[in-house]
């Protein structure tokens, strides 16, 4: 089974690497771009998996100006999300269009420093790009930023500015790492940029590690949904168990506040009215009203005695047919 995921993402890197040929060779020849989708869509993802660290900063520090920025404009969330979309339509076509042509850039300055001839060399980081930028961070950010706002640890602009840090901390990390381990087995002398070295600097792709990313991010992003859910599971329950709750607690004091009500209001009732209906009504007011302080001092509440909402509804109902008599 390792095998057969092997020669999948092994032909996977064979087709990437001959688009690249191509475009590479029509900007040569036409000075003409393709339009690259993995760049437009996935803008960050695709930078560090090219090894393009530098550029993937940039975006990070970027997006994150363009955020504050927006926020600082406006405090309407609608006209935030307009800019948002702009700025990312930009980054969509900009990378979508140009981005083959920076990366052309990158490949002939790694060649030059003699990256080509580095023997466990790679020219992709599908771990950093796949798993750290396009897993982990997501994770960190969104799940554990979501769990921060829902507590009100944080507001969603906090965890925003905080995320751009974090970012920046990781694909630094990434790009260290990667320039500590070849830094050192950089060519002295400048070397010619040709065809044929530029395709061996494409070809230094380990679909091994291509293999174990894609693995990594197929249970990662299971398990995120498995953990999205739970928590969302758990929010409603307890989200649910605090609105019953409050609920039951306004009933509770409404009703108390209606208890103390019919003995005022009957004494001024029999003052200004004189007929029998009315008096009846005052009557059966207080018999209700009566009833409801017996069960309250039995310890009796709306929330846990059938009898006693009954008896409430009965007082609401009373008041109201009392007060629409009243007005005619």
Same mark, same amino acid.
Request: charge should be positive; include cysteine; charged fraction near 25%.
């Given at each position: ?31 003409? &771009? ?43 969330? &609608? ?94 990390? #990434?790009?260290? #790492? ?21 395709? #061996? ?52 004091? #409404? ?16 003052? &200004? ?56």
């Amino acid at each position: 089974m390792q095998g057969r995921f092997s020669r999948i993402f092994e032909l996977f890197n064979q087709r990437n690497t001959e688009y690249y040929r191509q475009a590479f060779d029509r900007l040569e020849k036409e000075n003409k &771009t393709t339009f690259n989708f993995a760049a437009a869509f996935f803008v960050g993802v695709w930078l560090v998996f090219r090894k393009m660290y530098g550029w993937a900063l940039l975006l990070t520090l970027a997006n994150g100006g363009i955020q504050e920025i927006l926020q600082m404009l406006s405090s309407n969330p &609608t006209k935030r999300v307009v800019g948002s979309c702009v700025f990312l339509l930009i980054l969509f076509i900009g990378f979508g269009f140009f981005g083959n042509s920076l990366y052309y850039k990158h490949i002939k300055s790694k060649v030059t420093k003699g990256y080509a001839e580095i023997a466990n060399y790679n020219s992709i980081d599908p771990i950093g790009g796949i798993v750290i930028v396009g897993i982990v961070m997501p994770i960190l950010v969104g799940i554990f930023g979501g769990i921060l706002v829902s507590a009100k640890v944080f507001s969603s602009h906090v965890i925003g500015l905080l995320s751009v840090p974090i970012q920046i901390v990781f694909i630094a990390i #990434i790009w260290a #790492i990667d320039h500590k381990k070849f830094h050192s087995q950089e060519s002295v002398e400048p070397v010619e940029v040709t065809d044929e070295s530029v395709n #061996i600097y494409l070809e230094k792709d380990n679909p091994k590690h291509l293999t174990i990313s894609m693995g990594i991010g197929v249970i990662s992003y299971l398990l995120s949904f498995l953990l999205i859910l739970s928590m969302v599971g758990v929010l409603a329950v307890v989200g649910m168990k605090a609105t019953g709750k409050k609920i039951s607690n306004q009933l509770d004091k #409404i009703g108390e506040e209606v208890s103390k009500m019919p003995n005022k209001k009957a004494k001024k009732g029999i003052k &200004t009215l004189d007929d029998k209906e009315t008096r009846k009504q005052l009557d059966e007011i207080d018999k209700i009203n009566k009833r409801i302080i017996e069960k309250q001092k039995l310890g009796k509440t709306s929330k846990t005695d059938e009898s006693m909402r009954k008896d409430l509804d009965a007082l609401h109902d009373a008041w109201a047919k009392l007060a629409k008599d009243v007005k005619k």
